[in-house]
């Protein structure tokens, strides 16, 4: 069941979102070569705990699963595209790394992620990744935009991922979100534009562009149940904001 958020409701998941935001700014400016997953996994312990939050993370265990996952971030590097586990990996020069973090705060939701490049041997490559992503992603909220349909969302996030040879990996993407961080519907990063439900205000989504550099869709689920990873070993991006449909356009809810 989709829900509708009122004028309210959208001010609280506004601050949700906010301590997500700050958060995940903290760990952007906090990666540097020889900086450990796990430190960044504490930066975003301490500011849930400053802002009176919780984590939407720690001990989550969704139907794939095989253990509830062990952090407040997910930490994916390199190759993985999502869910990877913050372990106590030294990041390193010219690494692509995508930090997830999502809260709770006062019974609401925010959830969103980056990816970044580490020091200064960035590859050109790599930095086209992540722009194209981000090119999705404002491409994606030119058609949030009430009477729309979600799969007009989806088609851009995909028209601009397929239009630069990236791959998109199948049956993972954004989703709707409020109360709880997974709720529906979920948001594809490829589809059909006209199709779908129908946009209105109130409604709130987690957009997740994902690409695969490579340009294969192949992925497979690493060891620990959790990482999943190109096939081909190739670089992937993940970015994410949770936003609302609104009568003035999209609002980003997961800003600073």
């Not at 900086?35 to 996994?41: A, C, G, P, Q």
């Not at 500011?47 to 971030?73: C, G, H, M, N, Q």
């Not at 989703?175 to 409604?203: A, C, K, S, T, W």
């Not at 949770?242 to 800003?255: F, K, V």
């Amino acid at each position: 069941m989709v829900e509708i958020k009122t004028s309210g409701e959208l001010d609280a998941m506004r601050e949700a979102g906010r301590v997500v935001g700050r958060a995940l700014d903290a760990m952007k400016a906090a990666v540097a070569p020889g900086v450990r997953l796990t430190e960044l996994n504490e930066i975003a312990v301490t500011i849930l705990a400053e802002s009176k939050a919780t984590s939407a993370f720690l001990r989550y265990k969704p139907d794939f699963a095989p253990t509830p996952f062990p952090a407040v971030i997910c930490a994916s590097v390199n190759d993985v595209i999502v869910h990877g586990i913050p372990d106590r990996y030294r990041v390193r020069e010219g690494d692509l790394l995508t930090i997830d973090f999502g809260a709770y705060l006062d019974g609401w939701a925010g959830d969103a992620a980056f990816s970044t490049l580490v020091g200064e041997a960035a590859s050109g490559r790599d930095q086209r990744l992540i722009e194209v992503a981000w090119e999705a992603m404002e491409a994606a909220l030119k058609m949030a935009v009430p009477g729309n349909r979600l799969g007009d969302i989806e088609h851009a996030i995909g028209q601009v991922g397929r239009a630069a040879g990236y791959g998109i990996p199948d049956g993972f993407g954004g989703h709707g979100i409020g109360r709880h961080m997974h709720e529906p519907p979920f948001v594809h990063n490829e589809g059909r534009p006209r199709r779908g439900m129908v946009l209105r205000p109130g409604l709130t989504l987690a957009l997740e562009p994902m690409f695969l550099s490579g340009g294969s869709d192949h992925y497979y689920t690493d060891g620990d149940g959790w990482a999943l990873r190109s096939s081909d070993g190739t670089r992937a991006v993940h970015i994410e904001h949770t936003i609302a449909i609104t009568d003035d356009g999209p609002r980003i809810l997961t800003l600073p």
